[in-house]
């Protein structure tokens, strides 16, 4: 259903908005009501008279009459300056190279109109200026001509500048949040996608944040060298590139390290314990010592790790989850992985020789070519386990559990 704003004839104050019905005399009726006239006719701003309800529009103006003869509108001074050269005229509306000023939070901004309609033309400040319809909103003016908008004129400006050219040029001293806020008011949506995209990039990191390799990196070179290891427990180092950094001592018990990737790193005597390594990467990583006690290490790659301390410490894994853990070609004498969950994993041509596996689950595990000389398989779960080509084979004294297994 359309509507039209109807004013008494000759002046242009005290407008009432009505609704357009399904007859000509059920609208005269209806603004006669609400103007407290006799209306018999109604007239276009050019004096035009209406016959048909067909030729308006949504929000047409009309001007009502009991019968006289259209009068030219009266210009009415309410408060709000007019200008002389054209009593009637709108600065919203004209020309785009026609120039308006605006006064936000107090600071006066002038621009023309191209620049509030081209860049945005669904904004709000496009729609106050367009030529399409009427402005969403009344603004007052000051004494000066300028339209008053109670914003900030600090987070204005670089809306405006936007605006202008399409470049996002920030203060270094401005909170692009605040900016934000500017550009969601007046509905700019381009600049609010924009500003989103930079708001979240210069949030401060929360408690829980990822710690990232050069966070880690300026920790380290930072640390006294007499210290025995950066502490680093409980920490999120979730999806962070740490290869190749020499991590020797390091304490990552509790750390979350899931997706993390370790490759070629130097992780001798680091303490993992309970720490979630699911799905890291330690490809070639040497683990000398290291202590992964109940350590969360489901799906790791550990291809060709080295364990094996010549000085005698041994590596730590006692009940540590591993299940599908590719350990292919990895230097693990004397490991201790007692109790551990290995199943589906790959421990093809390990170095096993003197390894501590008492009561873990090796089931379904692919152990061809390993050797297990003196290893201590006491009551692990071997069903299903692939036991080929074999360095050392199994003693019999060994007591190990092979429901379905082969050995």
């Not at 700019?188 to 500003?195: C, D, E, G, N």
């Not at 992985?337 to 096993?352: I, P, Y």
Request: aromatic fraction near 6%; glycine fraction near 8%.
């Amino acid at each position: 259903m359309k509507r039209v704003i109807i004013f008494r004839n000759g002046i242009d104050v005290d407008g009432k908005v009505i609704a357009v019905t399904h007859s000509l005399e059920d609208v005269l009726q209806e603004a006669g009501r609400k103007l407290g006239v006799h209306a018999r006719k109604l007239y276009t701003p050019q004096g035009g008279l209406v016959d048909d309800l067909k030729l308006l529009r949504d929000d047409d103006v009309l001007y009502v009459s009991s019968g006289e003869a259209f009068v030219a509108q009266v210009p009415v001074n309410i408060g709000r300056p007019v200008h002389p050269s054209s009593p009637k005229s709108d600065p919203r509306k004209g020309s785009y190279n026609d120039w308006v000023s605006l006064n936000v939070g107090g600071k006066t901004f002038s621009t023309t109109r191209s620049t509030l309609i081209r860049k945005a033309p669904d904004s709000m400040l496009a729609r106050m200026f367009s030529d399409e319809g009427e402005s969403p909103w009344s603004s007052a003016m000051d004494d000066s001509g300028a339209y008053l908008i109670d914003r900030s004129p600090t987070y204005f400006e670089p809306v405006l500048n936007y605006l202008r050219h399409g470049e996002v040029i920030i203060d270094k001293n401005l909170n692009p949040r605040g900016i934000l806020e500017e550009a969601k008011f007046f509905g700019i949506t381009s600049l609010v996608q924009h500003m989103e995209s930079i708001a979240r990039n210069d949030e401060q990191p929360g408690d829980n944040t990822p710690i990232t390799r050069r966070e880690l990196v300026m920790s380290l070179m930072s640390t006294p060298i007499s210290n025995c290891g950066l502490r680093c427990q409980g920490m999120n180092f979730t999806g962070c590139n740490l290869s190749k950094l020499d991590l020797r001592y390091m304490n990552f018990k509790h750390a979350q390290l899931q997706n993390s990737n370790f490759t070629g790193t130097d992780l001798s005597y680091t303490n993992f314990e309970r720490a979630d390594l699911t799905a890291a990467v330690l490809d070639g990583a040497t683990l000398l010592g290291v202590k992964m006690l109940c350590a969360h290490i489901e799906g790791a790659s550990m291809k060709g790790c080295n364990f094996e301390d010549p000085a005698g410490s041994r590596a730590n894994m006692e009940g540590a989850t591993m299940k599908n853990v590719n350990l292919e070609g990895s230097h693990m004498a004397g490991v201790n992985l007692r109790v551990a969950t290995l199943k589906n994993s790959n421990l093809q041509n390990c170095d096993l020789r003197g390894a501590v596996l008492a009561g873990a689950d090796l089931e379904n595990c692919n152990m061809s070519g390993c050797d297990l000389q003196e290893a201590n398989l006491r009551g692990a779960n071997l069903k299903g386990a692939s036991l080929e080509l074999m360095l050392t084979p199994l003693h019999m004294s060994q007591t190990v559990e092979t429901v379905g297994g082969r050995n």
